[in-house]
């Protein structure tokens, strides 16, 4: 008995096939998007006790300023011990401080070190501070970024080596120190910093964008070579938040408050958000998770025309910039 197909029945070879792939694209599209909306408004990330319990350390770097602060208060707040690792003394101990006075149980540990320096000293001064301590946590956070955009062939090396040796060299080798302490227990959360600028290539910031993509290649590679030892590696893509680095002081909808970012990042953890084909990866604020989502997702993260607008934007920082920096010059001529 011949069975009645309708019209379906009656399309071609092709027209049925273009029916198909349009049919799995929308629902590819459909679950796509559903993941994004679910990551980054409803599912929560896991809780830090999964990584170690009250009273095990964190060890953050960058510590003394801007996410790092931010990142030490709230882990404290969370009950974990800390390791402050900073550049600058006085600020480390003034925030050391200001927790041990808000958190009474918490116990605060510090190491004044110039990441820029790369010197097997500091290292080694972190490795006995790590000794012995059962070290749950590890937020690589500390970064630099360009003083100003520049062209790259006009970057001064001493910057363009301050950012690989803090950024690079400084995460590798803090990690390197610190994971020996998870290995045994079976248990860890390796946390590093992205960004935007290196999740899409961004002119005129070409060195402190490629030490970000090199961080997302690293961690993703660690993330995979842990997977199987409990020690879970989770890399932040991050788009403007307030501080000292991105030179925002007021936050918005889009550039969050260091305050309202941390507590993004340590309520996502594991979370994709908006950051499409990353594993190990997230963008844990709602509108960094939506912005990811049209790069990752639509645009592509290599895409000319986002590269281009991305360069006009750096472009007229720059102008912005020198034209500020000609009239501080200015006034100083002024008044001396
Ligand atoms: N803010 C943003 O818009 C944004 C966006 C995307 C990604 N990120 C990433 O987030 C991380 C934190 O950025 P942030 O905005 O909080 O930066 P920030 O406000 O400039 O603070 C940087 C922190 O790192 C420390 N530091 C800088 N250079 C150092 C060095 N050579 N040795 C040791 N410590 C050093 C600083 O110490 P001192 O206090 O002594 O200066 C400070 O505690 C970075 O990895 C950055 O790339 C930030």
Known sequence: MAIDLGPLGQQSTPSALLLGVGALTTISVLFTTLRVLLSTFILPGHSLS?????????????????????????????????????????????????????????????????????????????????????????????????????????????????IININCLGTLRATQTVLPSMVPQKKGLILTMGSFGGLTPTPLLATYSGSKAFLQQWSNALASELSSTGIEVFFVHSYLVTSAMSKIRR?????????????????????????????????????????AALITGVLGPMNSILLGINKSMHVDIRKRALRKAEREAQKGKKYT
């Not at 605060?108 to 301590?133: C, H, I, P, R, W």
């Open 50 to 162: 999964k990584f170690g319990p009250q009273g095990s350390w964190a060890v953050v770097t960058g510590a003394s300023d801007g996410l790092g602060k931010e990142y030490a208060l709230q882990l404290a707040k969370k009950g974990f011990n800390l390791i402050l690792v900073s550049r600058t003394a006085s600020k480390l101990a003034t925030l050391s401080s200001q927790i041990k006075t808000s958190f009474s149980n918490i116990t605060v540990e510090t190491l004044a070190m110039d990441f820029s320096q790369n010197l097997d000293s500091d290292y080694s001064a972190l490795a006995t501070l790590v000794q012995g301590k059962q070290v749950s946590i590890l937020i690589n956070n500390v970064g630099q970024s360009h003083s100003i955009p520049v062209p790259f062939a006009e970057t001064p090396l001493s910057e363009v080596s301050s």
């Open 251 to 291: 936050s918005n909808w889009l550039v969050p408050s260091e305050r309202s970012f941390v507590r993004s990042v340590l309520s996502k953890i594991g979370r994709r958000g908006g950051s499409i084909g990353y594993p190990y990866s997230g963008s844990p604020y709602w509108s960094h998770a939506l912005l």
